[in-house]
Nanobody, 120 residues
Framework: VQLQASGGGLVQPGRSLRLSCAAD????????IGWLRQAPGKEREWVSC????????YYTDSVKGRFTISKDKSKNTVHLQMNSLKPEDTAIYYC??????????????WGQGTQVTVSS
């Protein structure tokens, strides 16, 4: 099982980034996929999650209305579209595979992380 996160970078406040999480050796139809982030000196935080069936999505309050999680099943990839980025979004972002089909908050696999820096 592998999760390959990509798409991070340095952007100015108000701009957008799209993170991608490519899944290998399993299908997205069977597991929920989530994004967590960790900023320096701060606790790890759940950002978003999408269930295996796409019927349920979750966003932490601070990103609601700005971030959108989605799947490209043809590429077995999950995207996190991040708009109106703020300096407080700066963190390493990790994609994770949940143990369940739904967003249980209990991942058993992690990608390597991608750095997002929002700064002018």
């Amino acid at each position: 099982v592998q999760l390959q996160a990509s798409g991070g970078g340095l952007v100015q406040p108000g701009r957008s980034l799209r993170l991608s999480c490519a899944a290998d050796a399993f299908t997205l139809d069977n597991y929920a996929i989530g994004w967590l982030r960790q900023a320096p000196g701060k606790e790890r935080e759940w950002v978003s999650c999408i269930s295996s069936s796409d019927s349920a999505t979750y966003y932490t309050d601070s990103v609601k209305g700005r971030f959108t999680i989605s799947k490209d099943k043809s590429k077995n990839t999950v995207h996190l579209q991040m708009n109106s980025l703020k300096p407080e979004d700066t963190a390493i972002y990790y994609c994770t595979r949940d143990r369940q089909e739904y967003c249980s908050g209990s991942p058993n696999y992690w990608g390597q992380g991608t750095q997002v820096t929002v700064s002018s």
